[in-house]
T-cell receptor, first 111, second 112 residues
């Protein structure tokens, strides 16, 4: 699986938008971009995924660069409950079903 | 509905003891995964089942680690002769045909 690069940590003020970047310059044409987050003392939780087009769901938005070498997870209004480690993962369309996590970005939300 | 459950939530074992960790996936989920998460690190893949078949065990760190899912539902991860480096959180996840893996809360294993 292709590798992703994320900042180790980020901070955001409560009720402000958060943009979490992810670089994946070696992405292949059939790699999907998945995001998971892990709250303290919990298992990872699926957030969103996409292939080429931007995606929105109730939790977040995913903006994918035109060349697909980077993407950004957008939390429109950060709350204290969004404080977590966010993982950007590439999952091959026809590959194994397992996910390969990196070390992710630890998001701190400041009240 | 009920999510993925794991038991026990916490396990303390003396070095050399055998341990068994249980995972109850979401009902009807065909795929089941085990991950190991060391402190401060992301989860690392251990093994994958589709129904009762173990299709990928490439992540198991040694032959002391063994996983089974005999009836295609509940799974058990067994670690024999535990070592201190086995201390970690063991996560189980299940999935059906959709894109998401659903993770349990994990079992924190501490080997003393």
């Amino acid at each position: 699986d292709a590798k992703t690069t994320q900042p180790n940590s980020m901070e955001s003020n409560e009720e402000e938008p958060v943009h979490l970047p992810c670089n994946h310059s070696t992405i292949s044409g059939t790699d999907y971009i998945h995001w998971y987050r892990q709250l303290p003392s919990q298992g990872p939780e699926y957030v969103i995924h996409g292939l080429t087009s931007n995606v929105n769901n109730r939790m977040a938005s995913l903006a994918i660069a035109e060349d697909r070498k980077s993407s950004t997870l957008i939390l429109h209004r950060a709350t204290l409950r969004d404080a977590a480690v966010y993982y950007c993962i590439l999952r091959h369309q026809t590959g194994a079903n397992n996910l390969f996590f990196g070390t992710g970005t630890r998001l701190t939300v400041i009240p | 509905g009920a999510g993925v459950s794991q038991s026990p939530r916490y396990k303390v074992a003396k070095r050399g003891q055998d341990v068994a960790l249980r995972c109850d996936p979401i009902s009807g989920h065909v795929s089941l995964f085990w991950y190991q998460q060391a402190l401060g690190q992301g989860p690392e893949f251990l093994t994958y089942f589709q129904n009762e078949a173990q299709l990928d065990k490439s992540g198991l760190p040694s032959d002391r680690f063994f996983a089974e899912r005999p009836e295609g539902s509940v799974s058990t991860l067994k670690i024999q002769r535990t070592q201190q480096e086995d201390s970690a959180v063991y996560l189980c996840a299940s999935s059906s045909t959709g894109p998401a893996l659903y993770f349990g809360p994990g079992t924190r294993l501490t080997v003393t």
